[in-house]
């Protein structure tokens, strides 16, 4: 193979057989549990990355079935999305996931920079509740509970929740060198985009999270749970774009806001 057919067919490692196919990708029938809580204060702060900037120190946590994904195939997700605004643009910061499937892994940390790690989480009906689950190896360190659809959401809480879903979403994408020093390190912002929704519920819900060492989802601990929400809905992950360059020094510089 030439430098010219490299050139033409490098899209994603390894070369020859790319580890996910190129986007877009368009998820059908995803389920999403969301429960948020509220933590605390001068921890959320610590964690999330200036010049995105918190208001009340609430935490989204999610567990997502993705039955039928284009290009990824059938998954289970789970991790927190802390509500957040960029330049007065309100929207959210994903901080943490865990999924069961190499090539969203794979392909969401290289093309977008989510910061998706492996883990089991699991979602499940359960006669009258839906149970969602993450364990890291043997250990349990996420468990949630939301009653059945409890309430169906009536037109102006739909409207609302199909607002949220297509607001804005913001990543922290780091990419290291070959020599070990840090290579990217950008924040980008996508949006989730033709958006379906197939039905919307609110319900009471539980939330414990559990220590642990790589599957740090306790570091944001759970004080209040606040509301829940369960949906499904069909849509497509968006292109992401650079909004700030921490490398730069003008990391403002020629980026859309």
């Known amino acids: 193979m030439n430098i010219q057919e490299v050139r033409e067919h490098a899209f994603a490692m390894p070369l020859t057989n790319p580890s996910y196919p190129r986007p877009p990708y368009r998820f059908y029938n995803r389920e999403y549990i969301i429960i948020s809580y509220r933590t605390d204060f001068d921890t959320l702060r610590a964690l999330v990355p200036e010049p995105l900037e918190i208001g009340e120190p609430i935490v989204n946590y999610e567990f ?3 039955p039928d994904s284009t290009g990824f195939g059938d998954y289970t997700e789970t991790g927190q999305v802390i509500p957040v605004t960029f330049k007065g643009q309100a929207g959210g910061y994903v901080h943490s996931m865990f999924l069961d499937d190499g090539a ?12 998706k790690k492996l883990g089991f989480p699991k979602v499940v009906h359960e ?9 890291y190896g043997s250990q349990l360190c996420a468990a949630g509970s939301i009653g059945y659809k409890h309430q169906i959401m009536d ?52 939330l414990e999270l559990y220590q642990h060492v790589i599957a740090d989802v306790a570091r944001l601990p759970v004080l209040e749970v606040v509301s829940a929400k369960h949906y499904i809905a069909d849509l497509t992950l968006g292109m992401g774009e650079v909004v700030f360059d921490y490398l730069s020094t003008d990391p403002g510089a020629d980026r859309k806001a």
Not at 105 to 113: A, L, P
Not at 127 to 135: A, P, R, Y
Not at 167 to 193: A, W
Request: net charge positive; charged share 15%.
């Open 127 to 135: 006669g009258d509740v839906i149970v969602g689950t993450l364990h």
């Open 155 to 206: 037109a102006a809480a739909r409207a609302k929740l199909l607002q949220s879903i297509a607001s804005p979403n913001f990543l922290l994408k780091i990419m290291p060198h070959v020599d070990g020093t840090t290579r990217l390190c950008e924040l980008v912002r996508y949006t989730l985009q033709d958006i379906e929704l197939h039905g919307a519920w609110t319900s009471p819900a539980a």
């Open 104 to 115: 969203p892994i794979s392909g969401g940390r290289e093309i977008w920079g989510f910061p």
């Open 64 to 66: 997502i079935r993705m």
